[in-house]
């Protein structure tokens, strides 16, 4: 039983704006042996349809999580205390070449999840997903999953393309990598080509929240119905940051009015806590769009709270 778990960098031990920014200021490492968890960067926006700079996103949440302490007052999680985590750093990327990217990232993670290790992607556009869940369905066969986002991300292509950040979830339902009937889209809204573009994921057994059915309510029954859909599958979670409001999260690459609030995202994340969540992202966040660091700031919060939501994490009551 592990009993020396790594802690966060204090803000008393070191000034916040002191010290090396990894993720919550968390030892660097270079192997997954003997993590329960990790937070591991995919410097990715080769698959940017509108504005890009995702790439920068990882550095910009590690350096905004410098503020996040380890204890979770609202929720009474206590990560730190039960799980071993770290910051593996980024996944290195082909910055000249998508597909090799797209391997890179596959080949990386099938190293990560192969040791039981629960890995928290900071993005990156979301084109990361797809290799992402290819990886998971070696380790764990398909998986259930909780799609955060305002677009639903199954396009067949994108100029031709089919490998996109709009296309992640038709490649991982035509290569199998899903549960159909236990994926849950909540936030998709704003302008469409045609009623198809969120239909199609009807028709593959989605269920798809669109914002209009939650504005200003509270998302905890929403959840109650996700874990019951769930059940105990494996479940991959991927948060695309423009899923909230711009008002709050205007640094990133498509932005849609009228978005989930903060306090819903803070819901979404939360209500996953016991399921068998075998991992998660967070991407979209584009640094040269987010002047005031808010995008970022935010991002690194969701980030923790989906590592409090991880099996196993202590809960003091």
Not at 220 to 225: E, V
Request: hydrophobic fraction near 40%.
């Amino acid at each position: 039983m592990k009993t020396n778990f790594n802690q966060p960098l204090g803000g008393n031990d070191m000034p916040r704006f002191g010290g090396i920014a990894t993720m919550m200021r968390l030892p660097s490492v270079t192997t997954t042996h003997e993590l329960d968890a990790c937070f591991v960067g995919l410097p990715f926006d080769l698959g940017t349809s509108n504005r890009s700079g995702a790439r920068f996103g990882p550095r910009a949440i590690r350096a905004e999580s410098v503020l996040l302490r380890p204890y979770n007052m609202a929720t009474r999680a206590a990560p730190f205390d039960s799980l071993q985590v770290a910051d593996i750093g980024d996944i290195a990327i082909n910055p000249y070449n998508l597909a090799d990217s797209i391997a890179r990232i596959e080949a990386a993670y099938e190293q990560i999840v192969a040791t039981g290790c629960r890995p928290i992607a900071l993005g990156g556009d979301h084109t990361v997903t797809l290799p992402v869940l290819r990886a998971m369905k070696r380790r764990y066969g398909p998986v259930a999953l909780v799609h955060v986002d305002a677009h639903a991300d199954v396009n067949d292509t994108m100029f031709g393309e089919k490998i996109a950040h709009g296309t992640p979830f038709r490649r991982a339902v035509e290569e199998g990598l899903l549960i159909n009937d236990r994926v849950t889209q909540i936030g998709l809204r704003g302008t469409g080509y045609s009623a198809e573009d969120f239909d199609w994921c009807r028709h593959q057994g989605f269920t798809v929240v669109q914002v209009e059915q939650v504005w200003g309510q509270a998302l905890d029954s929403l959840m109650d119905q996700v874990r019951a859909r769930v059940g105990d599958a494996p479940v991959y979670l991927s948060f695309d940051i423009d899923g909230i409001d711009p008002a709050f999260a205007p640094g990133t690459g498509t932005p849609e009015i009228a978005g989930l609030t903060v306090p819903q995202a803070l819901q979404i994340i939360r209500g996953c806590r016991g399921l068998n969540l075998v991992g998660a992202d967070l991407v979209e966040v584009s640094p040269p769009y987010d002047t005031a660091g808010t995008t970022a700031l935010l991002a690194a919060n969701l980030a923790y709270e989906m590592l409090c939501a991880m099996p196993g994490v202590e809960v003091r009551e």
